[in-house]
């Protein structure tokens, strides 16, 4: 039973940040603007900001939330810390890091592929996934190789099943319009695309996905979840991440 209570908070045009909370503890998933993150805290103060990658539209909020709480930590990637591209970066993580926050333990994964410093944040059944795994989809390819990316994405659906995914944007819709348009009749994803269509035209939010969702409709790891090993798996994956691009 997980005593972490997760609220997506829409910002800019597709991103969401998050808001994590224990009874003692709060932390910022990517803030990608400041204001939306502040209504949503309900003045509430948090402590930790957690930093998938360094990408404007995941920091941007950051200079502002620490200008009105100077005690945030700031987590990002060991990799974004050198670099000096994460603003006030205070903690540096590397793959298999664990971080303790609110009573909690926080399991670090290193997702190359979309970046070079991208992060995983697990814990208590929960992963926050950036810009590395999207809802029926993946990110673009910006620093990293197919092989990376592969990797990285089934090192996330190797979580257990009932997972919850988080992920940086509400592209779901359009993953899964893609991956049926791409791969062909599919049941299980047609029926996802269903109940996507239905949440955002209540205006809901299609995050969280879970890791037996994403491995039954993911057309990105398709192949790949069926032959992890092989040259197809790579083949497959690149194949489907270039048609996307243009999509
Ligand atoms: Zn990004």
């Known amino acids: 039973m997980s005593t972490l209570r997760i609220t997506p908070i829409p910002c800019l045009k597709d991103n969401y940040a998050y808001l994590v909370e224990t009874p003692d503890a709060c932390a910022v998933v990517d803030p990608s603007e ?119 994405l089934l090192a996330i659906l190797a979580l257990p099943p009932e997972t919850h995914l988080w992920f940086g944007h509400e592209y779901t819709v359009a993953n899964l319009r893609f991956a049926l348009s791409y791969g062909g009749h599919h049941p299980e994803t047609a029926q996802r695309l269903k109940d996507a269509e239905a949440l955002r035209q209540s205006q809901l939010p299609t995050t969280p996905s879970t890791v037996a969702s994403e491995r039954a409709t993911n057309i990105f790891v398709r192949d790949a979840l069926k032959r992890p090993h092989g040259p197809e798996a790579i083949a497959s994956f690149t194949a489907a991440r270039l048609a996307k691009n243009v999509a």
């Open 34 to 152: 400041a204001a939306p993150v502040i209504e949503a805290l309900g003045g509430r103060q948090p402590n930790a900001l957690w930093l998938t990658h360094h990408h404007w539209d995941h920091v941007g909020g950051i200079e502002a939330l620490c200008a009105r709480y100077p005690e945030l930590e700031v987590w990002g990637s060991a990799v974004d810390a050198q670099l000096r591209r994460i603003p006030k970066q205070t903690r540096a993580f590397e793959h298999g890091d664990q971080a303790r926050w609110g009573g909690h333990t926080i399991d670090i994964l290193h997702t190359p592929g979309h970046t070079k410093g991208a992060l995983v944040y697990v814990t208590d059944g929960h992963a926050f996934t950036g810009d590395t795994l999207f809802g029926g989809g993946c990110g673009r390819l910006f620093e990293g190789t197919p092989e990376e990316m592969l990797a990285s």
